[in-house]
């Protein structure tokens, strides 16, 4: 168990270990951050922060060397500059994000445990790409193994006429069938070193174009249907994998039971919500996990909760939502993420609304 005063190492500069800095810091604990030079948005709340490659090894030993332990944000960190930071201060293990780093990876992973991905083939030439149109059919999915996020990285396939308008990327794919979903939603828990294993409730996630716009409380009764099922498949992976701290599983609701999605060894942007309606936020209980300290109870504490991303140029007005209020709900918790450029499609922050009314 972490003393008050020990400092955490966090991997990645965006907003994820921004907010992970802020709950370390409710703890008096320090954050030391990591990441190349880039719009690290984290770094305006760590106690330090080292902008250095992942490649540079001797950056990576001085960091780790100040950090008592050392977590991510970004699950895309190299496994080479995982390398460098001492497995025994190292939370959770690399194992997590060797696994979840490849989209093959991790749809195998799971299914091994019983998990049921959508029907997938791994795509590595042209030829492969017309294999697996042709076993697995269209409408479907071509991603890259690795790389991709927010919707980045994929193709659609809405026809086998179509597929042959797409320009083969050159690196390793994975070729998935569409899923004819009702509903998407995510089971988030947090693990800690002895094993124990709490969730979050499990939000309803609405994605436009490949990315979480929205994610609501209370879900559909399909969603209820489906998530102990869920449940059960996240917490055997998380256990298989030793995970410790706040790991989230993405699936779809369908009429024929829960269908995984995919795997983030992070804290997630479907837990936003956490920070205001839960007892204690996804944040506070990955720092808490890592630290070795004391879980925090994760129920919700509002009947409705709804997070809502906010995008590109709606940055720049962000604060016009402070002034909004409605009958017997609390205002709106308005997250800025203090990013400089509000590119399109770039998530700048996020709204949290609560409410107990009917
Ligand atoms: P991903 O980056 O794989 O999570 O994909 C982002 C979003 O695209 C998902 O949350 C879904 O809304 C949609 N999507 C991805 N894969 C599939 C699929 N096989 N079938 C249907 N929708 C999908």
Same mark, same amino acid.
Request: hydrophobic share 40%; with cysteine.
């Given at each position: 168990? /972490? ?19 802020? &709950? ?6 320090? *954050? ?8 690290? *948005? ?15 090894? !001797? ?42 780093? #490849?989209?093959?990876? +991790? ?19 042209? +030829? ?33 006429? +179509? ?10 794919? *994975?070729?998935?069938?569409?899923? #004819?979903?009702? &509903? ?24 436009? #174009? ?6 609501? /409380? ?5 969603? &209820? ?14 256990? &298989? ?42 944040? !506070? ?7 070795? /300290? ?29 002034? !909004? ?25 996020? *709204? ?7």
């Amino acid at each position: 168990m /972490l003393k008050p005063g020990s400092t955490i190492g966090i991997l990645g500069g965006g907003q994820l270990g921004r907010m992970l800095a802020m &709950a370390a810091a409710q703890l008096g604990l320090r *954050v030391i951050g990591y990441a190349p030079a880039g719009d690290n *948005v984290a770094s305006d709340v760590c106690a330090h922060f080292f902008e250095k490659g992942w490649g540079d090894t !001797e950056a990576l030993a001085a960091f780790a060397a100040r950090c008592d332990v050392v977590t991510w944000e970004f699950e895309n960190v190299p496994l080479s500059a995982i390398a460098a930071i001492p497995a025994n201060i190292l939370r959770p293990g690399a194992i997590a994000l060797e696994t979840a780093q #490849d989209r093959l990876n +991790e749809k195998r992973f799971v299914e091994k445990l019983g998990g049921k991905p959508a029907p997938y083939a791994s795509v590595e030439t042209e +030829e492969d790409f017309a294999r697996a149109l042709d076993t697995i059919g269209a409408p479907g999915i071509l991603k890259t193994r690795r790389d991709g996020y927010d919707g980045k990285g994929q193709w659609r396939v809405r026809s086998a006429h +179509e597929a042959q308008s797409i320009r083969f990327p050159g690196v390793p794919c *994975v070729y998935e069938g569409f899923v #004819d979903f009702t &509903a998407e939603f995510s089971v988030i828990l947090v693990r800690n070193e002895a094993g124990e294993v709490h969730f979050w409730d499990s939000s309803e996630n609405v994605h436009e #174009d490949g990315m979480l716009a929205t994610s609501v /409380l209370p879900h559909s009764d399909l969603i &209820a249907s489906q998530v102990d099922d869920a449940r059960a498949i996240a917490k055997h992976t998380a256990n &298989a994998l030793k995970y410790v701290g706040v790991f989230t599983c993405e699936f779809f609701a369908t009429a024929n039971g829960p269908v995984f999605n995919e795997m983030a060894p992070r804290v997630h942007n479907s837990g936003h919500w956490t920070i205001e309606a839960s007892t204690t936020s996804q944040f !506070e209980n990955h720092i808490r996990a890592v630290a070795g /300290l004391p879980l925090g109870a994760t129920d919700t504490r509002f009947a409705k909760v709804e997070m809502r991303n906010i995008v590109g140029a709606e940055a720049n007005t962000v604060y016009d939502i402070l002034g !909004e209020d409605g009958p017997n709900d609390e205002g709106p918790h308005v997250h800025h993420y203090g990013k400089s450029k509000a590119r399109e499609g770039r998530k700048m922050g996020h *709204v949290t609304r609560v409410s107990n009314s009917k």
